[in-house]
């Protein structure tokens, strides 16, 4: 599938507002391809079929990851966590994209997880950054996404962490997975002083 046919895909699956926050994903995850050297091709189409299953009823999504043995542990966590293993899930059996880097990064744009490609890491940071967004803080990654695409990411998962506990809402694994593993990749990288 190639992007023209994936965004005419979404667009008969996707209410308007969710279609047109896709597209800004699109066109976010190009220029964040381009700009840490990744492939545009992949991270625009694995943007633009990111939320493929967003506006399926919760039941329909909770039919599919039992009878495709993809609910793990998924099914004890909020409702929100499943359209991106779906998507990917009916992106490689009924749709035949087979580039992993895309299925992961549809897979995994709600929680990152440890070990993120950069691919998988252009769409979680374009997902939460598109134009239309409007977050506490996302000003200060918007700027951070200029400079480094690990040290926007820590800030995404920071952040995400920050408001699903002010929630008061369970988190996921792979949501404490990926800040984690971004902490550790910015010490590294020397972007923080810490502890770690
Ligand atoms: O589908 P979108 O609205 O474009 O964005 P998304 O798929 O990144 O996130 C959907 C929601 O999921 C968002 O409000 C944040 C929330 N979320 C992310 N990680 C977790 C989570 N919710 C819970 N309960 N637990 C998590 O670990
Ligand atoms: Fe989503
Ligand atoms: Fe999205």
Redesign the pocket.
């Known amino acids: 599938m190639d992007l023209k046919e994936a965004i005419e895909l979404v667009k008969q699956e996707l209410k308007a507002p969710r279609f047109e ?1 896709t597209l800004r994903v699109i066109e976010t995850s190009g220029v964040l391809a381009k700009r840490f050297k990744e492939s545009t091709e992949k991270a625009k189409l694995a943007a633009a079929l990111h ?1 493929y299953a ?1 506006n399926w009823p919760v039941e329909d999504l909770k039919t599919y990851l039992v009878n495709n043995h993809l609910s793990n542990d998924l099914l004890t ?2 409702s ?2 499943w ?2 293993p779906v998507a990917s899930h009916v992106m490689e059996n009924e749709y035949g994209i087979t580039d992993s880097d895309v299925l992961q990064a549809i897979a995994h ?3 990152g997880r440890a070990g993120m490609t950069n691919i998988e890491k252009i769409v979680y940071l374009a ?2 950054i598109e134009p239309g967004r409007d977050i506490p803080g996302i000003d200060e990654v918007r700027a951070a996404s200029e400079q480094s695409l690990d040290y926007a990411c820590w800030l995404v998962a920071r952040n ?1 962490l920050n408001y ?1 506990i002010q929630k008061k ?4 694994p792979d ?1 404490f997975h990926a800040y984690n593993d971004l902490t550790r990749t910015i010490h590294t990288e020397g972007l923080l002083n810490g502890n770690e």
């Open positions: 926050h939320d967003k966590y909020h929100e966590l359209h991106g744009h709600t929680t997902d939460y995400t699903l809402v369970t988190i996921h949501s």
